[in-house]
């Protein structure tokens, strides 16, 4: 199992461009997210996805959408990109264990936008 | 809203000793808690989880202890190697609530 994959690993954009992030899990997960990662700061959600068609806003949501293509899929979009949006971005998906709701997470997608 | 903190950003020990990662959290509510080790430039990476049922959890080299009195998590590495120097963070889950609410985490550097 591959378990969560992201492209593209890097990705410099102009202010204003728009690109779609990619994230894809193996695993079978019914949940899918979307973080992103600043410095000195801990993730912060901007989307997800408890199951396929479905998706809710997270803590970070302005100046993106997603789409929850089918279960394995779930992308992020940048529709007009701003130098605020640097960043890491992971995307992850989730299992319920006899804990609670683990999730796994991509190797990132690390975006700067000039 | 939720905050979970850290209680130090960088820690530094000796390879073969413990170490003793902390964190704060400000949910009473939180019922499921989550340790994550980040290595530069990868994703993070699931280490041990807790729920708000039980105060501590083994696994291996690691123990997680929960003390919701005071709302503080702590992360036990043991005989501490070079392999463990990453940031690791903690992250809460409040009560019905899907999300989880994350660290800004703590850079644990092993010294040789």
């Known amino acids: 199992n591959a378990g969560v994959t992201q492209t593209p690993k890097f990705q410099v954009l102009k202010t204003g461009q728009s690109m779609t992030l990619q994230c894809a899990q193996d695993?079978?997960?019914?949940?899918m997210y979307w973080y992103r990662q600043d410095p000195g700061m801990g993730l912060r959600l901007i989307y997800y996805?408890?199951?396929?068609?479905?998706?809710d806003k997270g803590e970070v949501p302005n100046g993106y959408n997603v789409s929850r293509l089918n279960k394995r899929e779930f992308s992020l979009r940048l529709e007009s990109a701003a130098p605020s949006q640097t960043s890491v971005y992971f995307c992850?998906?989730?299992?319920?264990?006899?804990?609670?709701?683990?999730?796994?997470f991509g190797p990132g997608t690390r975006l700067l936008v000039l | 809203g939720e905050s979970v903190g850290l209680h130090l950003p960088t820690l530094s020990v000796q390879e073969g000793d413990n170490s003793i990662i902390n964190c704060a959290y400000s949910?009473?509510?939180?019922?499921?808690f989550i340790w994550y080790k980040q290595e530069s430039g990868k994703g993070p990476q699931f280490i041990i989880d807790?729920?708000?049922?039980?105060d501590k959890r083994q696994g291996q080299r690691v123990t997680v202890l929960l003390n919701k009195t005071v709302k503080h998590l702590s992360l036990q590495i043991a005989a501490t190697q070079p392999g463990d120097s990453a940031v690791y963070f903690c992250?809460?889950?409040?009560?019905?609530?899907?999300?989880?609410?994350f660290g800004s985490g703590t850079q644990l550097t092993v010294l040789p």
């Open positions: 992850a998906s989730s299992v319920r264990g006899p804990g609670g709701e683990t999730q796994y």
């Open positions: 695993m079978n997960h019914n949940s």
């Open positions: 996805s408890a199951s396929e068609g479905t998706t």
């Open positions: 949910n009473s509510a939180s019922d499921y």
């Open positions: 807790i729920r708000s049922n039980m």
């Open positions: 992250a809460s889950r409040g009560g019905s609530a899907r999300q989880l609410t």
